[in-house]
């Protein structure tokens, strides 16, 4: 047994990749519901249990396409990157090298779809990886040579527009990147915001005017690469923690700086502006990060917050939406960056293991959850309209759902306007796919 728990249980990496067709249902799946959910996250080969953190190690993408009321497949690949093709005797990675490239190309974290293609995302300055539909490594990327370093592992998609958001970050840069990816996936504009220190920047938002920056203490740290760990960020409240509202189509100089009491952000669920001008930003707040736990993020519980920001104020009215453990919020996509009611999250009961999923109605003030016993660990919900001009909650969410008595993943698909009740479908895939 390993001492580190994010190679246990379903932290686990998997041993090969599969491919099933015709897969078993129990209930029926909507004949509406035409695509593929994809979930990715790390799959490290030989990683060190003393060392290794969470968020390392080479991608695995797993994939379930539905099609016509059928599940159609399920399949798991590799994100290939220099060390997994080293490993498994394949040919290199096609595509540039990026300059700032780390973990010899990895890419493990978020899975996107722009301009037509599908890109594997990470964080901290590797270039994005294309897949093929199949899931299959077409090669790195760097948009045709337009992208200057990394992307990040959350870019933002204005649906109004088309254009992606992202905030670059990288431990060889001073700045965070301010990137937009136009329609066409070639990068239309970039910003050098400059920071104090070397902060480590998961995620990002967008508003109808504001690009919202995140400086937040979670810095780079070289003590921690000397004492041995994987993942060279440590929690340094003394940093302080603000959020930066860039005009979108701003210059540096004109970010303004608002402060928040020290946390840290992985995932917002959204941005909007309200009719007051304000700028409303729902997070999930984690009162501290790697602080202690050096192989992941073991710190403490995260809660859901909504931070209300007068641009001619410096300080952040901080408000506490739902004090219950949980990660992973999303909302419908069609309204990021807009005023919206209805959002999804994953509950954390135990040590960084999820439970059921969670909706909010942030009009009402109020959620539901649906949950499926002790047993059955759901993964990151995702909300899919009915139909492209659909209502914001007039449609499924779905999720990866994993079965401690059998060791096994299942995909449900639940009605979001009876989020409580069982699923509609439930989709009974051949592995576990392990969280990420």
């Known amino acids: 047994m390993t001492a580190n728990p994010y190679l246990a249980g379903n932290f686990a990496p998997l041993d090969d990749e599969i491919s099933a067709d015709e897969l078993s249902v129990i209930g029926e799946i909507p004949r509406e519901l035409n695509g593929r959910l994809l979930r990715i996250g790390p ?51 096609a595509g540039p090298t990026g300059a700032l490239q780390l973990g010899e190309g990895v890419s493990n974290t978020n899975i996107i779809g722009h301009a037509g293609k599908l890109f594997a995302l990470v964080e901290a300055g590797n270039l994005p990886v294309e897949l093929d539909f199949d899931l299959e490594t077409v090669g790195r990327s760097d948009f045709g040579g337009t992208l200057p370093g990394g992307l990040s592992a959350h870019p933002h998609l204005d649906a109004d527009t088309g254009e992606l958001h992202a905030a670059a970050y990288s431990p060889l840069w001073q700045h965070i990147q301010y990137v937009v990816v136009g329609t066409d996936g070639r990068v239309r504009k970039t910003v050098d915001v400059p920071v104090p220190g070397q902060p480590m920047v998961h995620d990002c938002m967008i508003t109808r005017n504001y690009f919202i920056v995140l400086d937040l203490p979670v810095i780079l740290d070289p003590s921690v690469a000397e004492a041995g760990f994987s993942l060279p960020y440590k929690w340094h409240p003394e940093y302080g923690a603000r959020v930066g509202l860039l005009p979108r189509e701003g210059t ?24 007051q001008g304000r700028v409303v930003l729902d997070v999930v707040r984690h009162g501290r990060m790697f602080a202690e736990d050096m192989r992941g993020p073991g710190d403490g519980i995260s809660t859901l917050d909504r931070w209300t920001i007068d641009p001619a104020k410096t300080q952040v009215h901080e408000q ?40 909010y109605d942030l009009h009402a003030g109020t959620s539901e959850v649906h949950n499926e016993g002790d047993d059955r660990i759901f993964l990151e919900p995702v909300f899919v309209p009915r139909s492209e001009d659909a209502g914001e909650d007039d449609g499924w969410v779905m999720a990866y759902v994993y079965d401690r008595r059998e060791d096994r993943t299942d995909v449900v698909i639940i009605e979001a306007q009876d989020f409580a009740a069982g699923p509609v479908a439930t989709v009974q895939l051949p592995r576990r796919v392990p969280y990420g």
Not at 50 to 56: I, K, S
Not at 60 to 79: I, N, Q, T
Not at 339 to 344: N, T
């Open 252 to 275: 540096a100089d004109q970010i303004a700086w608002h402060e928040v009491e020290p946390c840290y952000v992985f995932h917002p669920m959204n941005g909007y502006e309200d009719e």
């Open 43 to 93: 799959n490290p080969i030989d990683p060190d249990p003393a060392t290794h953190h969470w968020f390392l190690g080479s991608g695995m993408v797993h994939g379930l396409r539905l099609r016509e009321g059928r599940a159609e497949w399920f399949r798991s690949r590799y994100v290939r990157d220099d060390r997994v093709v080293a490993a498994k005797g394949w040919p290199p990675v």
């Open 320 to 359: 506490r939406l739902d004090d219950s453990p949980q990660e992973f919020p999303r909302l419908d996509e069609r309204l990021t960056g807009k005023p919206y009611r209805y959002g999804y999250t994953a509950d954390l009961p135990e040590f960084n293991v999820m439970g059921g999923i969670r909706k």
